[in-house]
């Protein structure tokens, strides 16, 4: 008798465990995040900023979703001057694509995703008299996931997302003639990474 009970409170514990979410029509997700960019021939500096995203949902596992972040920084970079110069950057990324959700938990909702679209980077140097910003906008594409805990219906805490994201941005260069800082060295792909957490507001539900 004792053992039948035992048994019955684990299965009503477990149950409420694993009770599926109800699915939202929408999402929005706004939190801060942080960048390790690879950089020109810095290998990696460090952005802090934001990062926000909405996503439709097709059915409870599939949705769309338009995702944009902005990151900035003030690092040293060696562009074959004498001594490194220091630049102030933005790093802007615009993305879509596809996020796969695991909605069978009652709170934790895990997601992967795969996105693409373009990155604006831009960046001043006053120390070269580069007063106006130089901006360059490449492919960028970011690959990678994360948990959400649900609070209540409509809002939830993004604990964490962390994505890998690839651009294809032209090294920063100086013309040794004319002294104009640029995008033109050569093209290559950058490596970086990102990692974010905040708020979860969902709407409607299916």
Excluded at 35 to 55: C, M, P, Q, Y
Excluded at 92 to 100: E, M, Q
Aim: with cysteine.
């Amino acid at each position: 008798m004792c053992r039948a009970l035992s048994l019955s409170l684990l299965f009503l514990l477990f149950a409420s465990v694993v009770k599926a979410q109800e699915t939202p029509q929408y999402e929005g997700f706004a939190g801060a995040s942080y960048a390790r960019e690879d950089l020109t021939n810095i290998k990696f500096i460090n952005g802090i900023g934001w990062h926000g995203s909405v996503d439709g949902t097709a059915n409870n596992w599939i949705s769309a979703v338009f995702d944009f972040s902005g990151y900035y920084s003030s690092p040293k970079i060696n562009v074959g001057l004498t001594n490194p110069i220091t630049i102030d950057s933005s790093n802007y990324l615009y993305l879509f694509g596809p996020r796969f959700t695991y909605r069978k938990w009652q709170r934790i909702t895990p997601f992967v995703e795969g996105l693409l679209g373009v990155s604006n980077f831009r960046f001043t140097a006053s120390s070269v008299g580069v007063t106006n910003a130089i901006s360059s906008t490449a492919f960028a594409a970011a690959f990678g996931g994360g948990a959400d805990y649900a609070l209540n219906s409509r809002f939830a805490i993004r604990l964490f997302e962390v994505d890998y994201v690839a651009t294809r941005f032209r090294e920063i260069s100086v013309n040794q003639t004319t002294g104009q800082v640029s995008f033109n060295g050569q093209r290559r792909t950058q490596n970086n990474a990102r990692a974010s957490a905040g708020i979860v507001l969902r709407f409607g539900s299916r």
